[in-house]
């Protein structure tokens, strides 16, 4: 199937640091979605991408569509302990009917 | 507006018994799914409703059947637990092609 690598797998950083995070994959997606995931919950919607090179922001998170369709990334400006959780990037195949997820990676605040 | 409810949350079977996953949406959304999530990875799809009356396999099946009962209801059964279905199973629905997925909060899975 296909595959979706997401990097880094944990981060632990200061707050009030901006994150970064990626997801590249060996096919084409036609949507790509950021999730997070807090502890004993499912996965919450951050960020929708549907076009290519598409950059879209919700309050301090900004997310990208990279140009080929194959990748994606995720800025955190101005982390704060609440951050804290598990970020997933889930790409959407053509025909519209199965989202494959990345590892995730997991986020940690330091007051 | 309770969004997407699972039942049970918590479950321990012994290798061989069978139970069925209920997860109900309240959203009206066309579409609906059923994922499993290991421990460090991110979700895989088992089955999908894609509309009323319809299943479809997902990415990892095998072990598992699906039924659309109504608009509202998917449910996820297994026949026969074996360990390696260990995990938390995440129910999800969304509206319509291109809509966001709207996630249930997991029903964790031990197989012993």
């Known amino acids: 199937g296909q595959q979706l690598n997401q990097s880094p797998q944990s981060m632990f950083i200061q707050e009030g640091e901006d994150v970064s995070m990626n997801c590249t994959s060996s096919s084409i997606f036609n949507t790509w979605l950021w999730y997070k995931q807090d502890p004993g919950e499912g996965p919450v919607l951050l960020i929708a991408?549907?076009?290519?090179?598409e950059l879209t922001s919700n309050g301090r998170l900004t997310a990208q569509f990279g140009t080929t369709r194959k990748d994606s990334f995720l800025n955190i400006s101005a982390s704060i302990p609440s951050d804290v959780g598990i970020y997933f990037c889930a790409g959407e195949n053509n025909a519209g009917n199965m989202l494959t997820f990345g590892g995730g990676t997991r986020l940690m605040v330091k007051p | 507006n309770a969004g997407v409810t699972q039942t049970p949350k918590f479950q321990v079977l012994k290798t061989g018994q069978s139970m069925t996953l209920q997860c109900a949406q309240d959203?009206?959304?066309?579409?609906m799914y059923w994922y499993r999530q290991d421990p460090g990875m991110g979700l895989r799809l088992i089955y999908y409703s894609a509309s009323e009356g319809t299943t479809d396999k997902g990415e990892v099946p095998n072990g598992y059947n699906v039924s659309r009962l109504n608009k509202r209801e998917f449910s996820l059964r297994l026949e026969s637990a074996a360990p390696s279905q260990t995990s938390v199973y995440f129910c999800a629905s969304r509206a319509y092609r291109n809509g966001g997925y709207t996630f249930g909060s997991g029903t964790r899975l031990t197989v012993v």
């Open positions: 991408l549907y076009k290519a090179g």
């Open positions: 959203m009206n959304h066309n579409s």
